[in-house]
C-alpha cells in the first residue's frame, strides 16, 4: 500500500488537520496519480458537515484532481507515466447496467463509485471508505482517469472534472448552440463555468443574478445579457425568451417564475440542490409545453469530450489557489459567497 499525505475532518463541526491515509496497491488495471491541484467543490462543504446526513468520518473531500501519473498497472493502457490527468466525482461503476452500458455511468444502478465518501471493501480502499482528492496521491481504475489535454493549466482544469462537466452534459444534451436563448440562473463556482461552455458552443447567452455585481466578468466570460432578478422588471422583460435555462444555485428559488421564462418546448434544468421541495404551477408547464429536468454530471466519455472541448476553446475556471491549511477559511469564504470563481488547493503544501 502508499501513504499519503492528506487533510480530513472528523467531526461536522470540527476544522480539517493534517493525517496520513493509506491507498491500495496498483492493480493490473490501476493508476497511481500524484496529485498537484484539488477543486474545491460546494458539495464538498454539504458532505464534509454532514449536511446531507450520510458522511462517514474521517471525511476527506475532493472530485476534481489534477494531476500526474507516477506508475501504472501492469494491464494499463490508456495512460503512461508522466501523463497529466484527472479524476471527477466517479472513480468505479457497475459496467453492466444499461446506464453504464450507455456511457451513462453517472446514473448506474448497479453501484457507482464516489470518489469519497463512499463505502467499498478494504481491497478497493483501506479503510473501507473512498477518500478523495484533498491528498497527495489518489489510485484509481483506468477507465476513470481523464487525459488532461496540453492546452490547459492542470489548476484552471481541477474544477472542469467537476463544475465543468455539470454545465457541460446538459447544455450538451439539450443542444445548447447557435440560434439558441440559453440563461445561467447564477454566476459562481458553476455558473462562471457554464457562462464560458455555452457562449463557446455558439448559444445567445443571459446571466440571471440576483445582483448586477458580477456583471462586467459576465459579459468577458461570454455572456450577451445580464439581468438582476431582484428587478420584478426582469421577469416581467424576459418572459417566453428562453430555449434553455440551467440553474446552479441550491437556493430556494421561485421556479414557477423563472419557468415562465421558457418559450415553447423550453426546459428548465435544475443543477442546484435546495432543500425544499420545487413549486411549479400545473399551467405553467402546460402552457408553451415547457419541461421541468434534473442533471447530474456526465459520463466517463462525455467528461473527456469537455476537456478536449475546453482545452480547444481555451476554457479553465476562474480560480484561487490556496495552501491546504487554508481550506477551513475557504469553506467560509465560498459560503459567502466571496470567491470568484472557485477555490483550489496546491496539494504541494500538503
Known sequence: ?????????????????????????????????????????????????????????????????????????????????????????????????ASCLAGEEQYCTGGGTMTYNTGVTEEFQPGGTTYGGYSTQVVVTENFVLAIPEGIGLDVAAPLLCAGITLY???????????????????????????????????????????????????????????????????????????????TVSANLPIDDYMRLLNLDGTLVILGLPDKPLSVQPFTLANFRR??????????????????????????ADIEVISADGIDAAYERVLASDVRYRFVIDAATM
Open 1 to 97: 500500500m502508499t501513504t499519503a499525505a492528506a487533510y480530513a475532518l472528523t467531526t461536522p463541526d470540527g476544522r480539517f488537520e493534517k493525517t496520513s491515509i493509506e491507498r491500495r496497491d496498483l492493480g493490473p488495471h490501476d493508476v497511481l496519480i500524484d496529485i498537484k491541484y484539488a477543486g474545491i467543490c460546494h458539495s464538498d462543504i454539504h458532505t464534509a458537515r454532514n449536511e446531507w446526513h450520510r458522511t462517514r468520518y474521517p471525511c476527506v473531500p475532493g472530485h476534481e484532481i489534477a494531476g500526474i501519473v507516477a506508475a501504472v498497472g501492469s494491464a494499463v493502457t490508456k495512460h503512461r507515466v508522466g501523463d497529466r490527468v484527472g479524476v471527477g466525482c466517479m472513480v468505479d461503476s457497475c459496467g453492466k447496467c
Open 169 to 247: 452534459s446538459p447544455l450538451r444534451h439539450w443542444n445548447a448552440g447557435p440560434g439558441k436563448q440559453v440563461a445561467i440562473i447564477g454566476m459562481g463556482g458553476l455558473g462562471h463555468v457554464g457562462v464560458k461552455i455555452a457562449a463557446a458552443l455558439g448559444a445567445e447567452v443571459t446571466v440571471l443574478s440576483q445582483s448586477l455585481s458580477k456583471q462586467e466578468d459576465g459579459r468577458r466570460f461570454g455572456a450577451q445579457h445580464y439581468y438582476a432578478t431582484s428587478d420584478r422588471q426582469t421577469f416581467k422583460d424576459l418572459r417566453a425568451r428562453f430555449d434553455l435555462i440551467v440553474n
Open 291 to 316: 419541461s421541468l429536468a434534473g442533471s447530474m454530471i456526465g459520463g466517463i466519455a462525455q467528461t473527456q469530450e469537455m476537456l478536449n472541448f475546453c482545452a480547444e476553446h481555451g476554457i479553465g
